[in-house]
């Protein structure tokens, strides 16, 4: 068996509810003196002077929410606030710092965090374009350089990772996460986790990771952001848990509530899911932020009368820290004076924060993290641009390449760039690119090619088309961009969706090409050129009249700072693409939402004939999606052969090894996602027709075989039961190893748990 697979094979367990019993993380052990050192801290302090130890306010620098609080630098000095996030750099730090430390009565150091979501200056591509790299080295590689940079301009936390699992594609924040799988999604929230805060929060190049927003903010209703969250508790705990359960596991320091309700009630007034589930079942040490004035909203929905039973609520409820509503420093004194608050719960989340400020080395030295010298020596290292620029080819996916049209053939000596995503410097490194620079060092598309291409290869550019909704239905900038296709051996249409369109309050009811983009690219495959068409879009969009027409697709994502370099590798054939899609491409936004593990229901479209009516299926549109999860092409071509099993069945305590040879059977050396699903026949409950249990990815050469395992204990097949309890429960198995979803993707085994 490759060490690879039995890591992953493993790793599979350990997100699950029930069956992980983690490590304590090392930076929740108990530190004697730690305790006597807060001890004594705790008791000098002020009701007033802990309330601020628990308010989280945004500088002015930036605006990541609605509201901005004018005065926070007085608050600073009046001790009223005991973090800031959107402040950043050594110098803006350490004079913030030097308020709080020099400028009040204890001199207690503040907590600086930010969004440093893919990347703090050096941009990575985009968080669901990274997961489709499907390759937890490179994740993880990416979140440890943005700690880097990040922690060298003074700042401490990152509210990252985004572990929301999201299946619907018109919510925008899908960009911000790992996709829809449980499985992948958990494996990359602890990579996540462990490129940010290394082995040791105390070192000065690592920062807490937030997991973020707990719980099912992906599940808002018809996809739009904030909307009301109603699922089941099974549907919770077997989809939107298990990421964080992950992060749990792999000693993530902090958490971030969500905007919506669970179950009627907001989650930052959630008891059952800060406290019952996250501290009582998991175990979780850290401390808990809300999300951006997520408290005050508590009114709005209809759960609090006024702010200040909104905040004695989430106090109850177990959020330690306030972010921007000022609700806790505004009415908190009072709620304990008149009783409705206890001291011992607010001394409980003081020194939950104040744990943090320690083990960061706070207290020994506030301005450990603001050292000018360092941040000059560390932002953007070429090193860490070679990787932004690996991670990037590695998140690309080829959706569909006719009659080998990539790599650009030789004697493509005129190449023409046309679309609105061609030479377009802020759209390259997408929504929350945290400090990095939107004007000037993107690579774009056309610089990509153009720095790549040969001595005699022209390479061009027409923008032709915009992606404002605004132009739908315009044609200003067609002729030109038709004028140059004609005169050019091939066009890179360079289409999509603006940068801010994903992303927070992003939400879209149609999922097509916006603006005039759809028109000209119809425009350009009538001249009857060669059309590679360059997706860069933040969701999944319904490319199906691309999928029929163009010649090649790549999905490129939003590829980050070195992009156009990373795009063009790809399109030279400098790098033959890996990347495999971590969600479901719908043909059209009425499939939505639409996730390869769905149920089989009763009527499944396979037991009519073609056309039948009484069975679960559209009028107008195939069940089928446009693109499965999991698919991805490359220039070479990869064979498997059946899967067989180490034995037929398994018992408790047991395990099956399954194993497959995949062979490279084209003529280029290539990576290849080896995937493993599995389908539960029968269950208390029913059950998924395929989950992902493992993958591995194998660099192959050309005629090269290579014997892929994966082994799977009861454990790994756990889910919620009908009980609600957690476990596994003996039955027959289908198992698949596959380079795709989807049962045509290779013909199962079958074996069985027995008990
Ligand atoms: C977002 C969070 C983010 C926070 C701070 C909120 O609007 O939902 O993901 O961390 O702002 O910027």
Do not use: C
Request: no cysteine; charged share 25%; aromatic share 8%.
């Amino acid at each position: 068996m490759s060490g690879a697979s039995e890591r992953e094979a493993n790793a599979g367990s350990s997100p699950t509810l029930a069956s992980s019993q983690s490590a304590e993380p090392a930076w929740a052990r108990r530190d004697a003196e730690m305790d006597r050192f807060l001890d004594e801290l705790i008791a000098k302090m002020t009701l007033q002077e802990k309330v601020g130890q628990l308010t989280l306010l945004t500088s002015d620098w930036e605006s990541t929410g609605p509201t901005m609080r004018e005065g926070y630098k007085q608050d600073i000095a009046a001790g009223r606030v005991g973090a800031i996030f959107n402040a950043y750099t050594a110098e803006y730090t350490r004079d913030l710092q030097a308020m709080a430390v020099e400028g009040t009565r204890l001199g207690i150091p503040l907590l600086f965090g930010y969004d440093v979501i893919h990347g703090h200056r050096t941009i990575f591509p985009i968080s669901l374009g990274e997961a489709a790299s499907w390759d937890l080295d490179a994740i993880e590689e990416s979140a440890r350089i943005s700690a880097v940079e990040a922690s060298a301009e003074g700042i401490h936390w990152t509210f990252s990772p985004m572990v929301d699992v999201s299946r619907d594609a018109r919510w925008g924040r899908g960009s911000e996460g790992a996709g829809e799988d449980v499985f992948l999604g958990s494996l990359i929230a602890k990579a996540r986790v462990r490129g940010y805060q290394g082995d040791d929060l105390g070192a000065i190049d690592t920062v807490l990771a937030t997991a973020k927003h707990f719980a099912a903010y992906g599940a808002a209703q018809a996809g739009r952001d904030y909307h009301t969250v109603d699922i089941s508790e099974r549907t919770l705990r077997d989809t939107y848990l298990p990421p964080f359960k992950a992060a749990v596991d792999e000693g993530v320091a902090t958490f971030m509530t969500a905007f919506n309700e669970y179950d009627g009630v907001p989650a930052s007034g959630s008891r059952f899911l800060l406290t019952d589930v996250l501290r009582d079942e998991w175990g979780f040490d850290g401390f808990v932020v809300t999300d951006y004035t997520s408290i005050n909203e508590m009114v709005p929905h209809g759960y609090a009368r006024n702010l200040a039973q909104a905040g004695e609520q989430a106090l109850h409820a177990g959020v330690d820290m306030d972010m921007q509503g000022a609700v806790f420093m505004e009415n908190m004194v009072n709620s304990v004076e008149q009783g409705r608050v206890s001291q011992a719960g607010i001394d409980r989340a003081v020194r939950r924060v104040l744990e943090m400020k320690y083990r960061l080395g706070l207290f020994e030295d506030p301005y450990r993290y603001a050292d000018a010298e360092r941040q000059q020596a560390t932002l953007y290292k070429p090193e860490f641009l070679d990787a932004a620029r690996d991670v990037a080819r590695k998140s690309m996916v080829l959706l569909k390449n006719e009659g080998g049209t990539l790599p650009l053939a030789a004697d493509a000596n005129r190449i023409a760039v046309i679309g609105p995503l061609g030479d377009s410097k802020p759209d390259m490194i997408g929504s929350w690119a945290a400090a990095g620079d939107r004007q000037t060092r993107p690579v774009t598309v056309l610089e990509g090619l153009r720095a790549r291409a040969g001595d005699g290869v022209r390479v061009d550019y027409a923008k032709g088309a915009s992606y404002e909704f605004a132009d739908e239905g315009k044609t200003d900038g067609f002729a030109e961009a038709l004028a140059l296709a004609e005169e050019s051996d091939v066009i890179v249409a360079a289409m999509g969706e603006k940068w801010d369109m994903t992303g927070e309050a992003a939400s879209r009811t149609s999922l097509d090409l916006p603006g005039n983009q759809q028109a000209l690219l119809e425009q350009l495959v009538a001249t009857g050129k060669p059309v590679v068409l360059v997706m860069m879009s933040g969701r999944p969009n319904s490319i199906t009249w691309a999928d029929e027409h163009v010649d090649a697709i790549l999905h490129a994502w939003y590829p980050g700072t070195q992009g156009g370099h990373a795009v063009a590798d790809v399109l030279f054939g400098d790098y033959n693409p890996s990347g495999k899609l971590p969600v479901t491409f719908p043909r059209n936004v009425g499939q939505v939402p639409i996730h390869y593990d769905m149920k089989n229901t009763g009527r499944p479209i396979e037991l009519g004939a073609p056309g039948a009516k009484y069975v679960s299926r559209y009028l107008n549109t195939p069940n089928d999606p446009l693109y499965r999860f999991g698919y991805g092409l490359s220039y070479t071509s990869f064979g498997y052969s059946p899967a067989t099993l180490s034995a037929a069945s398994m018992g408790p305590g047991g395990s099956i090894t399954a194993r497959a040879t995949v062979t490279n059977t084209g003529d280029r050396a290539g990576e290849e996602v080896v995937q493993l699903y599995v389908r539960d026949l029968v269950g208390s409950v029913t059950r998924p027709v395929q989950e992902l249990k493992g993958f591995e990815k194998v660099m192959l050469q050309p005629g090269e075989a290579r014997t892929v395992s994966f082994t799977l204990r009861p454990e790994d097949l756990a889910f919620t039961r009908a009980d609600i309890t957690h476990g596994w429960e003996p039955g027959e198995f289908q198992l698949w190893i596959a380079p795709s979803s989807g049962a045509a993707a290779s013909t199962p085994v079958t074996f069985s748990i027995t008990e």
